[in-house]
């Protein structure tokens, strides 16, 4: 069974919500994101979003692409980080499922066959492409289908209901909800439309609800705990790497997924 | 004037055969489509059509001149030259017929707003200039290295009530002032229209650039039916992400007698990082929205480019370039920085013509070209800019 899936099946049985942090491969280097993975497990991630760098990032934030810049300036290279996921993911005692954010460049460069294959070789569990819309995505699909790799897919407020239907019909694994209009950064509240979107998506798909973007602060995540069945921190981490290295982190998402239980 | 042609590319997913589509995030589809639909009316409506017709003859001051360059001709020594004066439009470039003809799809979806990316600042200008006319609010995203090379154009955009912003990410060039661009328009997609300026981005923005352009080939049809009493024998084009190419070209595809010739920047060598010869050089890949030619490292990291014209100096291009490429319907290839420059001496000494450096690029490849054919035959160049703004920066190259 995927580990996406025994997740949400357990965290549903316990009645829990899934705390999902961000992390940027290769900031600062890949050795120490992948020694990341345990701690941030240890401290409280129920699923780790694993951030694959890449030069253009049109749907991030300033925090997000200064992050990839610092990888790329520091010479990341795909295939160190998937040796190093490996040496993660092979540990039998590591159970946490590790989703790669990937830009469909890099995953057209290395061939889309190649890629996912080469990705469920590592122990990742699932892709989110944030540029890969339902309309461009059947092939792509696929193929992950066919290694029992979940492609997680963007639900975001200017979404017709007509699209969500076929999004949610070609995800797997949990729906990604974006909260808010816009790139991925912190915001000071998550807008009230929400509550209502995630409402008509669950009449459309049984699949998990994972809120990301702009979310940052334990009260997001304690709003979020009643209507979501995950949560999403990215920039708000990557900005405690930046100013107080990993441990800040951990701190971080010790607190934060205290405030889901 | 732009009569509709008949389209055999895009499909109604945006394809050039396999290139082109939309690789963005969702949050834009819902503007995207909205786009879509809006042009997809507004191409059809007489109406609309009408009065970008008005504005293009009674604003830019179309239909712009075919013109015989007589002493650039005796210079080649073969084919005799004609220039497509693009360069003599209101701005002094084609850039602006896109940027009105976006701007009135602006009004026509009741948006209240204005964003463009620049590089050279031409297309700055344009969107500024089209902004000012239709009383929109409006804001160019430029990468602080090109608000440095091409200061004139920065304080046109201000004079006009634009506001700049300089782009500090990445290489601070074209590219980098694309993805900030985007990122702005998915914040404010609801109430903001982004014009993207060449004939790149996501479906529908390479066919919509490529319809607004194409009045530059309709131009030359005709004009050289009545001028020459005959077709040219060879049309080129200078390529960064390629709309004076693209809307100059659009109109010959079918006229298989017709060579057409696409220049990139060559930069400073073959070398990776220092050059933007794109389709020369690059391969299939997705980049701003778009599969197309791009060029890249191994893991599809966009590459760093170079080339002395900021117009030019792009990674990617647009997606029917490629098609054409991959059809063998256009052949492409580079000229460098350092031939440029002589080019963009040659036409100013030769016919008082201060060019851009895009075109300069253009120049030095039609001169090529000419030289090698009989006197009898036609080669005509899209002119797409005059040099002014390319002054202060070819006076450092050529003095430091």
Known sequence: MNLVDTLFTRLRAEGRKAFMPFLTAGDPDVGTTARLFSQVAAAGADLIELGFPFSDPIADGPVIQASYTRALNNGFKIANLFAAIRSVTSLPNFTTPIVGMVSYSLIHRRGAEAFVSTAKDSGLSGLIVPDLVADEADHFAALCRKSDMKLILLVTPTTTPERAAKIVKLCSGFVYCVSVVGITGERDKLPAELTQQLARLRTMSDLPLCVGFGVSRPEHVRHLKDIADGVIVGSALIKKLEQGGTQAVIDSVRELSAALR | ?400
């Open chain 2, 1 to 400: 004037m732009p009569t509709v042609l008949t389209q055999t590319v895009p499909d109604a997913r945006g394809r050039f055969g396999p290139y082109g589509g939309r690789y963005v995030p969702e949050t834009l589809m819902f503007a995207i489509e909205q786009l879509t639909d809006a042009y997809e009316s507004a191409k059809h409506d007489p109406a609309f059509q009408a009065e970008f017709t008005r504005l293009l003859n009674e604003y830019v001051g179309r239909p712009s001149r075919l013109y015989f360059a007589e002493r650039l001709t005796k210079e080649a020594g073969g084919a005799r030259i004609f220039l497509k004066r693009e360069d003599l439009n209101h701005t002094g470039a084609h850039k602006i017929n896109n940027a009105i003809g976006q701007a009135l799809l602006t009004k026509r979806m009741g948006k209240k707003r204005i964003i463009a990316e620049t590089g050279a600042g031409q297309h700055g200008v344009a969107s500024a200039t089209a902004a000012a006319l239709l009383g929109y609010p409006c804001c160019v995203y430029m990468g602080s290295e090109d608000v440095r090379r091409q200061e004139l154009n920065v304080f046109k955009m201000r004079a006009m009530g634009t506001e700049v912003i300089p782009v500090e990410s990445g290489s601070k060039t074209l590219r980098d002032a694309v993805n900030e661009a985007m990122r702005e328009w998915m914040a404010t997609v609801e109430t903001t229209h982004y014009i993207i300026g060449s004939v790149i981005g996501p479906h529908p923005f390479p066919m919509m650039v490529r319809d607004f352009q194409a009045v530059i080939g309709e131009e030359t049809k005709q004009q050289s039916l009545e001028q020459i009493g005959r077709l040219p024998d060879v049309v080129v084009a200078c390529v960064g992400g390629g709309s004076n190419a693209a809307g100059m070209f659009y109109p010959f595809v079918n006229d298989k007698s017709v060579e057409l010739v696409g220049v990139e920047a060559g930069g400073r060598n073959n070398k990776y990082g220092e050059h933007a010869a794109t389709i020369s050089q690059g391969k299939p890949g997705v980049l701003h929205g778009t599969f197309s030619y791009v060029l890249q490292d191994d893991d599809g990291q966009t590459a760093p480019v170079h080339s002395i014209s900021a117009g030019l100096d792009y990674p990617g291009v647009g997606p029917e370039h490629s098609y054409w490429k991959d059809q063998g319907r256009v052949r492409y290839t580079s000229v460098n920085d350092a031939e440029s420059l002589e080019g963009f001496r040659v036409c100013c000494r030769m016919e008082g013509i201060i060019p851009a450096l895009e075109t300069a690029h253009g120049i030095v490849e039609t001169m090529r070209i000419a030289a090698a054919r009989k006197k009898t035959d036609v080669v005509v160049l899209c002119f797409s800019g005059r040099g002014d703004k390319d002054c202060a920066e070819v006076a450092r190259l050529v003095q430091g």
